[in-house]
């Protein structure tokens, strides 16, 4: 049989609830012995929640992340061609959406690796089914720039694609720089565009709001060093 790169959700936040993820991601890593993950202390907590009975020192992990040589990755698929299947696990949501998994995908396809994505959940995708916004058309635009003056320059360019495409923008930002992210919206978007935050999701503290800029000025919220996805629209 053809082996197979299974792509595993992992959960979003500190307190991990094995309810929240269908059966098949539990029948899959009881079954697998190799993984390409993001971080491994990560990764053997999730595996271990999910699956409390599998043996550790069973586990063979393969650590992909920004410090990972393209001589080290282009070999991390050799368990699968020599027959095993493998699983890829991001640190949080789900392999290949703003995370480095995307690599891993391409090499696979390139060797005649089957790849099957399985369900879970995505902080994207929940905070654009929640926000409100356009469902129909949005995009996705990861981190923006660190520079203040960039960064504001790249929220009202955001800003007027929205505008121009009825096209909802989604971002996100390094959770210790989420409230001046935030400062910088405010100051910088129109007063009537809408803007969508959204915090801890799936966690006990979840937290989802959209209000226009105007009404943001006058909330305070406190989200600092919590994982969050921004959402902004500006209709006609």
């Given at each position: 049989m053809t082996p197979t790169l299974y792509l595993i959700p992992n959960g979003l936040g500190e307190t991990l609830q094995p309810d929240i993820f269908p059966k098949q991601i539990k029948s899959v890593i009881e079954k697998l012995d190799y993984f390409i993950v993001e971080n491994e202390k990560e990764a053997r907590r999730f595996i271990k929640k999910i699956t409390p009975n599998k043996k550790q020192s069973t586990l063979k992990l393969f650590s992909l992340n920004k410090h990972t040589s393209m001589e080290d990755i282009i070999t991390y698929l050799n368990p699968c061609l020599e027959g095993n299947d493998m699983g890829l696990i991001s640190d949080a949501g789900c392999?290949?959406?703003?995370?480095?998994?995307?690599?891993?995908?391409?090499?696979?396809?390139?060797?005649?690796?089957?790849?099957?994505?399985?369900?879970?959940?995505?902080?994207?995708?929940?905070?654009?089914?929640?926000?409100?916004?356009?469902?129909?058309?949005?995009?996705?635009?990861?981190?923006?720039?660190?520079?203040?003056l960039e960064r504001k320059k790249v929220i009202k360019n955001l800003e007027n694609k929205s505008q121009k495409w009825d096209q909802s923008q989604i971002f996100m930002e390094t959770p210790y720089r989420n409230e001046k992210?935030?400062?910088?919206?405010?100051?910088?978007?129109?007063?009537?565009?809408?803007?969508?935050?959204?915090?801890?999701?799936?966690?006990?503290?979840?937290?989802?709001?959209?209000?226009?800029?105007?009404?943001?000025?006058?909330?305070?919220?406190?989200?600092?060093?919590?994982?969050?996805?921004?959402?902004?629209?500006?209709?006609?």
């Open positions: 392999p290949s959406i703003a995370d480095p998994g995307a690599i891993i995908v391409q090499k696979a396809y390139t060797l005649n690796i089957k790849v099957k994505p399985l369900v879970g959940p995505s902080s994207i995708l929940l905070a654009m089914m929640s926000s409100g916004l356009n469902g129909q058309n949005f995009a996705f635009n990861g981190y923006l720039p660190i520079e203040t992210l935030f400062l910088d919206l405010k100051h910088t978007l129109d007063r009537e565009t809408k803007l969508c935050i959204a915090y801890e999701l799936t966690q006990p503290d979840e937290f989802i709001k959209t209000m226009s800029v105007g009404q943001w000025n006058k909330t305070i919220i406190h989200f600092h060093k919590k994982p969050a996805i921004f959402i902004i629209h500006k209709y006609d």
